[in-house]
């Protein structure tokens, strides 16, 4: 439902002149027989194998290839290498001349202008969205970049600015939308914000409520939990048309939520929180992690009971804490020699243990979060969950939606489908295209060493 909106940002970026095609592979594939002149890819830390596949075919068959995004800032000498050029900023202060020079045959192998305002960002090209190669996809728009808050294994802590824009320009970009209107009009004038905390400042998040009233349009957006227990303003999320609340609970357990330095989440009212918010028709779904160093194996093994206890609310997403490079965790566990050797780009992907955790073997981590997939996802407990919630609202789409919501619960056990799959890093294996397409272009798949904790400058040298 939720796709990265980069390629619309990017795409409104070229000059108008330019002739734009847009892929996202989750969505349908790259094709490699056609020819462009310049291709610019954005890609999760993961995915990078896979991503410099692709920038080596095309470049040996003519393309200018670039980078950009956090994986290439943070591991930028290692990207010049397999692209021609790589942009280690944002994208609004660079992209225009990193064009203008490939016009001219000049380009660099770095871009690195700092941000300039939010309201340098353009409206994006929905235009360019192709609702038929994902029938269930909501357009996207960001209010805010950054977030004012300091988890110690977000990839945002202590790199990002928390800045927002104007909110005429995020109106703007509302009312230029082209909606989906498949699903016998299900998600029609339905969107995502796609901030990572849309609450950063919650009096910014009313400016914007208040604003988005008469638009008369249903919206879903990630907010932290502080938000969740402000009750005035939740009522005055749900007036303004929002449908759907994501929070990174991360823990139930305090200790767990303190080494992860996740203050704002005191969960003291847990219970009352969510049953208030769905009472305003808004349809809860949270994020768990397991693996800090405040888990024991007593409290992962009676994480379902306490689940239990609040009815089993919707967990959409459920992984293992992953120490992103240029992070504060990355540092410690690097600097504490609690790196798992053998650990490679693809294992950054928050289903695999990358480090041993104080109190855990990375086994039993691994083993925790494969019945905890299989616990949380069962049907009976969904049941419960729905049954809980059912009649807490009579708001328009509630009903249906809860359904739905709690039913796309399942998908964690998705992982769970390759029986190979170790969880472990350096024992799982890249996809197999990937595999034998590395083999023949001679590569190794990208390994994260404890000194991967440098920034990009010095990356560069
Ligand atoms: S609240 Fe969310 S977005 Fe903000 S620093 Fe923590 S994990 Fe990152």
Redesign the pocket.
């Known amino acids: 439902m939720m796709q990265p909106a980069a390629p619309e940002l990017l795409a409104a970026l070229c000059p108008p002149a330019a002739e734009v095609e847009l892929y996202n592979e989750k969505e349908r594939d790259v094709p490699l027989d056609r020819h462009w002149d310049l291709v610019l890819f954005s890609y999760l830390d993961p995915f990078y194998d896979h991503t410099r596949v692709l920038s080596e075919i095309f470049r040996r068959r003519g393309m200018t290839t670039v980078a950009g995004g956090r994986h290439a800032r943070q591991f930028a000498r290692d990207c010049t290498r397999w692209f021609d050029a790589v942009v280690t900023a944002e994208p609004e202060a660079n992209l225009s001349g990193l064009i203008a020079d490939f016009e001219r045959g000049r380009l660099r192998k770095i871009y690195d202008l700092p941000a300039g305002s939010p309201s340098a960002i353009p409206p994006y090209r929905y235009d360019l969205v192709d609702f038929r190669t994902n029938r269930f996809r909501s357009p996207t728009v960001e209010a805010s970049r950054g977030?004012p808050?300091?988890?110690n294994f977000?990839v945002?802590?202590g790199r990002e600015p928390y800045v927002y824009r104007p909110i005429d320009d995020v109106l703007r970009d509302i009312r230029g939308m082209r909606w989906n209107r498949g699903l016998h009009g299900l998600l029609h004038r339905a969107f995502m914000f796609y901030d990572?905390?849309l609450g950063g400042s919650p009096r910014h998040l009313r400016a914007l409520c208040e604003a988005l009233l008469p638009l008369k349009t249903t919206w879903g957006c990630s907010v932290?939990f502080n938000v969740l227990e402000d009750h005035e303003l939740v009522r005055l999320m749900a007036r303004a048309g929002c449908g759907f609340i994501y929070t990174?609970l991360e823990s139930l357990n305090a200790r767990s939520i303190e080494s992860m330095n996740?203050r704002?989440n005191r969960l003291r009212h847990l219970d009352a929180v969510i049953r208030r918010t769905y009472a305003e028709g808004i349809l809860l779904s949270f994020g768990l992690v397991i693996g800090s160093d405040g888990d024991t194996n007593e409290y992962l093994v009676r994480l379902p009971d306490y689940l239990s206890d609040l009815k089993f609310f919707a967990i959409t997403f459920l992984g293992i804490l992953c120490p992103y490079p240029g992070t504060p965790l990355f540092a410690t566990v690097a600097r504490e020699g609690r790196l798992l050797p053998g650990t490679t780009a693809r294992d950054l992907d928050t289903y695999t243990v990358c480090h041993r955790a104080r109190h855990l073997d990375p086994t039993e981590v691994a083993e925790h979060y494969q019945r905890l997939c299989r616990s949380v996802a069962r049907l009976p407990n969904l049941v419960r969950h729905c049954a809980d919630k059912f009649f807490l609202s009579d708001r328009r789409g509630y009903k249906p939606g809860l359904v739905v919501a709690s039913l796309e619960a399942r998908s964690i056990t998705h992982n769970l489908r390759n029986p190979e799959r170790t969880y472990i890093a350096g024992r799982d294996g890249i996809e197999a295209w990937d595999a034998e397409q590395m083999r023949t272009l001679g590569m190794e798949p990208q390994r994260i060493e404890a000194t991967a904790a440098c920034d990009a400058a010095t990356a560069i040298g």
Do not use: I, P, S, Y
Request: proline residues 0%.
């Open positions: 977030c808050f300091a988890c977000c945002l802590t990572n905390n932290t990174g996740k704002q």
